[in-house]
């Protein structure tokens, strides 16, 4: 018998290996089961006078959401029966469900949050430990939860244990009835506990305090990836799309049908909004901002549920993204089309950067300490200075927010037949 050579073994083990390693990687979540309707909601007959049956009404609806038999729209006709009192009482008295909950108002979820992360701060100084005297009655509390701004900040959703304990959460920046809206899914290692938690609020309020009418909603719920080898799977992709296209339509209900809603992804999050229009997405328009890919074995518009969506792509020159942009979809691993080549795709130009005395990027710094006022917006750091405030990029990408002219790249994608 002929044995295997040394490269064909290693072949095997390393198919194995990424088999191995795909089948890890795959979320098991609860969604409304076979797609079917979600059951109704249940009906209460006089919510002021009938505390109990609401309180238990609630309970039942988070066990059911969490089983997957129920969604976000059982839980908003829900809340459609509820006066305001008793909707704040809701909030009061049962934060660690309405924090998270999706159909519940967004103005609940923000001060439910509010509670839970000042618990949450409250009780890391009770966590038993020696005694230092610097201590004095009370243990400091945790840095990593103090460090969190518990007044200034929205949050419509807030999960200290996800991500393996680094956190995962949702954030309004600017108010919800706002006539643009933006999701914004973000990049890969978008936990709590790393930069990534205060640099997309930085580079959102830049947006919203540009603007005139404009709210930017940070999502980051679900489990995110971590470093070049997670990010090439779509695994993490596959789960935050049925998610966040969920929250979108929450978004929509909440916002109204009058707002221009764009859902937008930055690098990672590029795919996770690519397969996101696979499903019902209630988005008017799509961006991709130095996105892998239109989403894994996404190859064509008429793989989306609405071909004709506005879409818009943006990469800069030498952005390191580029060289995955586009590569063949394996099983689990890859992310689709190239982005800036989809056929009815607006290709938008990154330009330079502001060039006046003062000048910062997208976390404070000068840009004329770093050597960057003035110049053209490529290569290797370019995946976040498309992000700088006032620079050609960040302007383009306001446009697009807020339904102004863009600046096209000179090459275009051919138009997709039938859509204008």
């Excluded at 229009?277 to 130095?290: S, Y």
């Excluded at 890919?293 to 879409?311: L, M, N």
């Excluded at 063949?328 to 089309?337: E, K, N, T």
Aim: charged share 20%; glycine share 10%; net charge negative.
């Amino acid at each position: 018998m002929k044995r295997r050579s040394p490269r064909l073994r290693r072949g095997v083990v390393v198919l194995t290996a990424v088999a191995l390693l795909a089948t890890l990687t795959t979320f098991k979540h609860p969604t409304v089961l076979n797609n079917a309707p979600p059951i109704a909601a249940p009906v209460v007959a006089d919510p002021a006078n009938q505390p109990e049956e609401v309180d238990a009404s609630l309970l039942r609806l988070a066990d059911l959401v969490e089983e997957g038999w129920a969604d976000w729209s059982t839980v908003a006709d829900f809340y459609d029966q509820l006066d305001a009192t008793t909707i704040d009482r809701l909030t009061r008295q049962f934060p660690d469900i309405v924090g998270n909950l999706g159909g519940a108002p967004f103005t609940q979820r923000i001060e439910a949050n509010r509670m839970r992360l000042h618990e949450a701060i409250e009780e890391s100084t009770l966590i038993p430990g020696p005694q230092r005297p610097w201590h004095g009655q009370q243990r400091p509390p945790r840095e990593d939860l103090a460090k969190l701004p518990a007044g200034e900040r929205q949050l419509i959703g807030l999960d200290l244990r996800g991500n393996k304990g680094n956190g995962s959460w949702i954030e309004l920046v600017g108010r919800a009835d706002a006539a643009n809206v933006v999701v914004m899914v973000p990049g890969g290692s978008a936990y709590i506990s790393s930069d990534n938690f205060d640099r997309y609020y930085l580079r959102a309020r830049t947006f919203v305090e540009e603007a005139d009418d404009l709210a930017v909603f940070i999502w980051a719920q679900s489990p995110s990836p971590a470093g070049w080898i997670q990010e090439s799977f779509a695994a993490w992709s596959q789960r935050a799309a049925d998610e966040v296209s969920a929250f979108v339509g929450d978004v929509r209900r909440q916002a109204g049908d009058e707002a221009l809603l764009t859902l937008a992804g930055h690098s990672y999050g590029g795919a996770t909004i690519g397969l996101a229009e696979k499903h019902d997405l209630q988005a008017d328009r799509v961006v991709h901002i130095a996105s892998p890919g239109t989403g894994h074995g996404v190859s064509s518009p008429d793989h989306y549920s609405d071909p004709c969506r506005e879409r818009f792509s943006m990469t800069a020159p030498g952005d390191p993204i580029s060289y995955v942009q586009g590569l063949w979809d394996l099983p689990m691993v890859g992310h689709g089309a190239h982005p800036d080549h989809f056929p009815g795709m607006v290709r938008l130009e990154t330009g330079k950067t502001p060039d006046w005395p003062g000048a910062v990027d997208d976390i404070g710094r000068d840009l004329v300490e770093l050597g960057i006022s003035g110049s053209r917006i490529e290569g290797t750091h370019s995946h976040s200075e498309i992000f700088i405030p006032y620079s050609d990029a960040w302007y383009n990408l306001l446009a697009v927010f807020v339904g102004d002219e863009v600046q096209p790249h000179p090459q275009q994608p051919q138009p997709w037949p039938g859509c204008s």
